[in-house]
Structure formats: C-alpha cells, structure tokens
C-alpha cells in the first residue's frame, strides 16, 4: 500500500483545499505506519525521525528529500543533526494534513529505504 501512496504526485493545495478528516485519517496512517501524527503547539503534523551512522549520510537524506520536495512542490520542515533527521510534513495554506502530506511522507520512506550513497561530488 505505501508504495501506491508513493506513487502518487501532489496537487495543488489553495486556502480552500480540504484537510484530510479524521475518518480519512486511520487509512492513510496505515500506509505509513512508522510515521506520527503530532498535534501539539498549532496544526496537526507528520512527523518521523531516521538514524544515521554519522552526519554526513543525515545530510545526504536531508539534501535527496530536499529534491523530492522541490520535485512535487510540497515542502517539509528537516531538522539534520548527527547521525539524525527530523522530517514533519503538513500543508501551510489549509493549516493541517492534505492528503499530499501523506504522499511525501510515503515517498520519504522510500528515499530512506534506497539507501543511497551521498555525491560524490565535493561541494566545499
């Protein structure tokens, strides 16, 4: 299930747009189960932190979700630390979860799952 949900692009989300209710909400969830929704301090979220050996394999995760993130045009808030990073999706313009955030939070799975080398390529 989580690969369809990752396989699916955002839409557009204006002020209009629907939340994602909450008897939508057990459905979604299960396709993403490693994922919490967290309702503290303003809107409902999505949030995950993945482990890393060391800082510059978190970068690397931060700088490919990044990429995905411009791709959809749907953008999440990263907290890169060592050997961490924080993702928490939600949609600005609606004030809580649009069935895109669930979307990019499958498809940040999958990045994690490729485990894929950081560049190569010296950016300092």
């Known amino acids: 299930m989580k690969a369809a949900l990752a396989q699916q692009?955002?839409?557009?989300?204006?002020?209009?747009a629907s939340p994602v209710s909450e008897a939508e909400m057990p459905a979604l969830k299960a396709q993403i189960p490693d994922w919490e929704v967290v309702r503290t301090d303003g809107p409902p979220r999505l949030q995950r932190?993945?482990?890393f050996s060391n800082f510059k394999q978190a970068l690397a995760f931060t700088q490919?979700?990044?990429?995905a993130a411009e791709v959809e045009n749907h953008h999440p808030?990263?907290?890169?630390?060592?050997?961490?990073?924080t993702v928490t999706w939600w949609t600005h313009a609606i004030?809580?979860?649009?069935?895109?955030?669930f979307i990019m939070a499958a498809k940040?799975?999958?990045i994690s799952?490729?485990?894929?080398?950081?560049?190569?390529?010296r950016i300092y």
């Open 9 to 16: 692009t955002c839409t557009a989300c204006f002020g209009d």
């Open 49 to 51: 932190q993945y482990k």
């Open 64 to 67: 490919r979700v990044g990429e």
């Open 77 to 85: 808030a990263l907290l890169t630390e060592w050997g961490k990073v």
């Open 95 to 101: 004030g809580g979860l649009h069935q895109n955030d």
């Open 108 to 110: 940040t799975d999958e």
């Open 113 to 121: 799952e490729a485990k894929s080398q950081p560049s190569q390529t």
